[in-house]
């Protein structure tokens, strides 16, 4: 996700691009694609070259083999129960040689076997509209961004209600964890709502299949196509692993479009690296249980850089020159100024006197023709945008957990007046 630009958000979410977690904005309920059939490799392809690499220790050599007769074996009895109409598209040698590859790679692995590998991939099916939708739009006047439009899109009162069934729920936990933490439940509440609107959308492409075109059919179209293939293939090879060694069905489990997963749409790697189990029930369900969301979302804030008892944002009194607001704008959202530089640039933090000593970056807000509003993102502004590396999303979801938590305390009984005292 382009870092700060505020387009992923608001014009291609995507969930997981590298240096980003979790996930973008899961897209409502996309329609089901057909599917290009791709048959598997003809039985007399070679192995590809990195398959039969002579380095491998004696043992390592071994299971190499084996796992070559596997694949072949594997791959001889797919091709014999190949529909004639998919010989077209068993031409696509590009794509089967990368999977055949893939599944190769897991030979020398200690827990993960080729043959188990490529009885996965070997099912993995090109997604034309994973690929459509992950293409760099070449609209004919540049996007205008409008803050104020996506705020409202986002910050809707279903969502809203939502956000405050959700916390009534788990008002324990959140409760806990933000005491024990120092992440607020408002910012939990804020990403989960943005996220999935609490699990309710958490998307309905087969997970493989995103993953498989996004690693092996980047658009060529994209600038970092090659860098962002390489992701989706490590996303790939890791979805695997988490498959494997939690019982889950690589060939059912459902996700975006860029293969993000569950409640808080974690990327295969992030559910590995920072999915905690919530309801002590010894596995981290981040698809059934709300709770492992809660704090692997938690978690995955303090892992990348979250202060507790600290603001995300803070107001701002602008009264920069042009080449002040250039300077001020040129770090983007990486958190560069302290107090005193934003005041000698013109940038003066609201409210007057913030005991804030950490290090903010000024962050523009486009209103499409309307002025831009700005604010100043603090080092936890930036912890959210690890989440989804745009600014947009982080003010959106920092507001819907303030505005789900203002309609709690909206809600709240109304306290019986006190008894009047006797006289
Ligand atoms: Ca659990």
């Known amino acids: 996700m382009a870092a700060a630009d505020g387009c992923a958000a608001l014009c291609c979410p995507t969930s997981g691009v590298p240096g980003r977690t979790g996930t973008p904005l ?12 791709i048959a598997p490799i003809p039985v007399s392809a070679p192995l590809p070259a990195r398959l039969r690499a002579p380095a491998l220790p004696a043992r390592a050599r071994w299971r190499h083999a084996l796992a070559c007769t596997a694949l072949a074996c594997l791959t001889w009895l797919g091709a014999a129960g190949a529909p004639a109409q998919a010989q077209g598209a068993a031409q696509d040698s590009a794509w089967a040689t990368q999977l055949h590859d893939l599944a190769g790679s897991f030979a020398a692995d200690q827990d993960i076997s080729a043959e188990w590998a490529w009885k996965v991939l070997s099912q993995a099916r090109h997604n034309g509209r994973v690929k459509r939708l992950m293409t760099p739009s070449t609209p004919k006047a540049p996007t205008v961004r409008d803050w104020q439009a996506y705020r409202e899109r986002l910050l809707t009162a279903a969502r809203i209600e939502a956000g405050v069934a959700f916390w009534r729920r788990h008002q324990r936990q959140l409760q806990e964890i933000e005491a024990r933490s120092g992440v607020p439940a408002s910012v939990i509440v804020g990403i989960i709502g943005i996220e999935t609107t609490y699990g309710q959308n958490m998307g309905s492409i087969r997970v493989l299949d995103a993953l498989a075109t996004l690693a092996f059919d980047y658009p060529s179209s994209h600038p970092r196509a090659l860098e962002r293939g390489q992701f989706f293939r490590k996303e790939l090879e890791q979805f695997l692993r988490l498959c494997h060694g939690n019982d889950l069905d690589p060939l059912t489990l459902q996700g975006s479009f860029a293969g993000a997963m569950g409640v808080p749409q974690f990327m295969p790697s992030s559910w590995l690296l920072y999915g905690r189990d919530g309801n002590e029930d010894g596995a981290v369900d981040l698809i059934g249980s709300p709770q492992d969301a809660i704090a692997s979302v938690a978690n995955y804030l303090l892992a990348h850089g979250w202060r507790a008892h600290q603001p995300a944002y803070l107001g701002v009194a602008l009264q920069a020159r042009p080449e002040q607001l250039r300077a001020l704008l040129a770090p983007d959202i990486l958190p ?27 962050v523009e807000l486009k209103n499409g023709a309307r002025p831009p509003e700005y604010i100043l993102g603090t080092e936890n502004f930036y912890a959210i945008t690890r989440y989804n590396q745009s600014s947009y999303y982080a003010l959106a979801v920092l507001q819907l957990g303030e505005a789900v938590q203002q309609r709690m305390q909206q809600l709240q009984p109304q306290r019986p007046p006190a008894p009047k005292a006797k006289p």
């Open 336 to 362: 560069t100024f302290d107090q005193a530089t934003l005041q000698q640039l013109g940038a003066l933090p609201l409210p007057a006197g913030t005991q804030y000593d950490g290090l903010m970056a000024l």
């Open 26 to 37: 899961a897209p409502a309920a996309l329609a089901r694609p057909a599917p290009t059939v």
